[in-house]
């Protein structure tokens, strides 16, 4: 019996000691959304992969320092590549990306690109240097952008 009697003791005492502490919610500020009422809507970026043909070549040496490029004679010199198609909204361009660009680097494309409604371009450096979040974003709001 005295075994039973401490572990009940002891299960009373943890039970009191942990329900007696509270916490506060020292929340200031907050925000409510509601998804049906959306006041304003960026254009759209359409997204999708497309199949663009492909012909293998090999280079030839014409001279010492001279290089030719020619097709390849081989029955699987040629075929269809994945490719990311991203097209704007009124835009009659499309930018085209390889399959294997980082999953990191392609969604901060992605989101820059629509946030900021600037279109993605090349080189990547001076995109994300026009497309800065700080740019748009309310000055009395801080947030760290990892930039």
């Known amino acids: 019996m005295n075994w039973k009697a401490i572990a009940m003791f002891l299960f009373i005492a943890i039970v009191v000691m942990n329900c007696g502490k509270t916490r506060e919610l020292t929340l200031e500020n907050s925000r409510t959304i509601n998804p ?3 006041s ?3 254009p759209n970026v ?8 492909y012909q293998s070549n090999k280079l030839i040496q014409t001279g010492d320092y001279e290089w030719k490029i ?3 004679d081989n029955e699987d010199s040629g ?3 994945p490719v990311i198609m991203i097209t704007y909204q009124d835009e009659p361009d499309t930018l085209f990306l390889d399959m294997n ?4 680097l392609l969604g901060k494309l992605l989101k820059h690109s629509v946030m900021t409604q600037q279109k993605i371009s090349r080189p990547f450096t001076t995109f ?9 974003h309310p000055k009395h ?5 990892g930039e």
């Open 128 to 136: 994300f240097e026009e497309a800065k979040c700080a740019s748009c």
């Open 141 to 145: 709001i801080k947030i760290d952008f």
């Open 46 to 53: 359409a997204i999708s992969v497309g199949w663009m043909p």
């Open 79 to 81: 075929g269809l590549s």
């Open 70 to 72: 020619v097709k390849n």
């Open 40 to 42: 304003a809507i960026h």
């Open 36 to 38: 049906d009422e959306v």
């Open 101 to 104: 660009i980082d999953n990191e």
